[in-house]
């Protein structure tokens, strides 16, 4: 079964520091991943996608992740971090085979900004 | 375009009673899904519909349930409420049943139960 593990609940950046929130999947054919950010009292917006194209993808806030096979990684990286990137980011991965329409969410880390 | 829209925002609830989630997808999509985001059970998936058709369900109980409309927009029935079903329920949409087709989120109602 797929699984998506996030590690750290909590990250805590200074303001123009490097971001990284880690997230690693489980799962016997290497899955599409996601990695959403949801706003207090918003939903989910998605920051950007891996679908078997380039492993090193670009999304939207100069956020961006690379997938990395042999580490089952899908970590998500911001190089200045900016007040305004406080938020939940969740890592999320869909099934390449057998179609169940569901997405599997990390627990989900919460990044800090200090000024 | 638009994005998902999901109404009501906020909806009060007591226990026994039903609630009724409404969302409209993006223009162009054709599969929905529904998500519970409940204090402490992270993000659960709900429901799939695509082309008017249920075509998954989550692990929950049978008084969780929806349609789709021939529009494409959805509705959530939830009966017999719950004190447990007090959560953020997300509606998504996407274009198709591809997996590699990102699902595109609402800003969720917010059901609470008294």
């Known amino acids: 079964a797929q699984s998506v593990t996030q590690l750290g609940s909590h990250v805590s950046v200074s303001e123009g520091a490097l971001v990284l929130l880690r997230c690693n999947y489980s799962s016997s054919v290497p899955p599409y991943l996601f990695w959403y950010v949801q706003y207090p009292n918003q939903g989910l917006q998605l920051l950007l996608k891996?679908?078997?194209?380039?492993?090193l993808v670009k999304g939207i806030n100069g956020f961006e992740a690379e997938f990395k096979k042999s580490e089952t990684s899908f970590h998500l990286t911001k190089p200045s971090a900016h007040m305004s990137d406080a938020a939940e980011y969740f890592c999320a991965v869909s099934t390449i085979v057998s179609n169940t329409g569901k997405l599997i969410f990390g627990q989900g880390t919460t990044l800090q900004v200090k000024p | 375009e638009a994005g998902v829209t999901q109404s009501p925002t906020h909806l009060i609830k007591t226990r026994g009673q039903q609630a009724t989630l409404r969302c409209s997808p993006i223009?162009?999509?054709?599969?929905v899904y529904w998500y519970q985001q409940a204090l402490g059970l992270g993000l659960q998936f709900l429901l799939w519909?695509?082309?008017?058709?249920?075509?998954n369900r989550g692990n929950f109980p049978p008084r969780f349930s929806g349609r789709q409309f021939p529009n494409y927009s959805s509705e959530l029935n939830v009966n017999a409420l719950e004190l447990e079903d007090s959560a953020l329920y997300l509606c998504?949409?996407?274009?198709?049943?591809?997996?590699?087709?990102?699902?595109?989120f609402g800003d969720g109602t917010r059901l609470s139960i008294l």
């Open positions: 998504a949409s996407s274009r198709g049943q591809q997996t590699n087709q990102p699902q595109h």
């Open positions: 891996y679908t078997s194209a380039a492993t």
């Open positions: 223009s162009g999509h054709t599969s």
């Open positions: 519909y695509d082309e008017g058709e249920e075509r």
